[in-house]
């Protein structure tokens, strides 16, 4: 009697225990023990509703950071996978290509392409059209030679043929020598009188002077130290800046014609 009495307490005391309490239940807790230690602690503690909510926030941020991690990872690990997969294709592409570069055109089983060899033809700069009319060998003190040089008439539309000037310079240079003087004339008359003056030591009249004010184009001094520079080019170099019709052409400057 005892024992039938003893067995069904047992047994109504297990019926009254909580499901956490039993085999099965520790097990499921033990498989959601975080969700179980949440509900836990609502249900069954008497703690304050602030400390509650505050270890709740600190549950569910942990837990949302470890489903971010995994997502990460798994897009990680998926990257090198891809880029696996992709390589072989693009080196067979790059093969393909190289081959594909190799053959020749056109060949037959015993011949070889010929390369082909481009030769760069310099460029030829055109000389502009000028004519030596004097040579004086008695002007420079360090016995270089005075060229009296006629050009076609200069357009004063634009400065253009400063250029000219310049090329006729360097062609001089290169046939005579770099220890040379030259003076520009767009007129012959001009020319003559310039050269007669210093020849003949003749000194011309103001109308004279004022005919080689326009007509004077240039003079160069070739390795000439006693001038403003060892090499100087002047243009219009009988007047001033004033003058209307050449004035703003008139200019000093170091000219190098071998550079």
Known sequence: MSQET?????????????????????????????????WYMWAKTNWA???????????IFFSILGLTGESQTDTTTQQPAQQVAQQPVETKVQVQEVKEEKQPASTTENSQPVPVVETLKPQEVKIPKYEIVYESKNERYDGGIIYYILIDKVNLANDSFKNDIKTIIKQLVKDKGAKISINFFDNKSSLELKYKSIVERKIMTKAELTQQESHLIAMFSGELKTDIYLNTLSFFPGTFTDNPPVGKFVENLE???GE
């Open 6 to 38: 003893q067995s069904a307490g047992q047994t109504q005391n297990d019926q009254k225990k909580e499901w956490y309490k039993k085999w099965w239940g520790v097990i499921i807790a033990i498989f959601i023990l975080p969700y179980f230690l949440l």
């Open 49 to 59: 509703k602030s400390v509650k909510w505050t270890i709740t926030g600190v549950l």
């Open 255 to 257: 000219f190098n014609p």
